[in-house]
């Protein structure tokens, strides 16, 4: 029998199954907390950075990811603190300076509120979030992409750079990548990069509410880990 704990989330009380991530449960009830790597039913590894929040105790606070933090009885989160959010945007900023070419990065963009970018545009095809590596080897146990290298060498390889046998082929590696999609516009030239900002009028509703979740479509090129609002009702019934 499952056991329910409570806790809150920018002062809102959150009821969910023990055990339950802070950002599994977050998006369950409707308060968006922007991520890339997180994917339900694989391990959560807290790579991308931009689900961060605060867990207070005592007075005092500190950051954490939100995929990797499971929800305790009695825990109070802030998930869009202003400390958060200045966090969150530097976290996306940097990302779509990184990789502008992903039409999911520059909707995180979006989501997270950059409106100018400070650093220097690179043309990178992967930002290491290991979407593919997981759903690989956790979902197909198949195990057959992997990271390679460390620091500025690190990237996502084949085994030898060749394909093997154990392969399925299923291409869900390719199917959960953010990559994948290029921008409205079309793909952008090496040196030609630039902050698309152009779904940033969908979050018009969230003026007066930034953490409410208003299914904007800011996550489709990368599948945004809600639940619909059906299965979140029937969880709700269930826990009735």
Known sequence: MLRYISFT?????IRTPQG???LD???????CIPALCHMRGVEDI?????????VVRNGRSRVTTSCT????????VLAHSPLILKLRRNVAELLVAEAPNSRAIQDIAARCGVTTVR???HHADCVLCGRCVRICSEMWRAGALGFVGRGAERRVALPFNERPEYCKRCYSCIDVCPMTIAPCAGPMAVGEEYLCAKCA???TMTARMPDSCVWCGLGKGFGCARQTPAARTRERARVR
């Open 69 to 76: 933090l499971e929800a305790t009885e009695g825990m109070e």
């Open 46 to 54: 807290g790579v991308c950075r931009l689900c961060l929040v605060e």
């Open 20 to 22: 339950t991530s802070v």
């Open 201 to 203: 009028s969908q979050l």
């Open 25 to 31: 449960a977050a998006l369950d009830q409707g308060i």
């Open 9 to 13: 989330v920018d002062g809102a009380t």
């Open 119 to 121: 650093y220097p545009f």
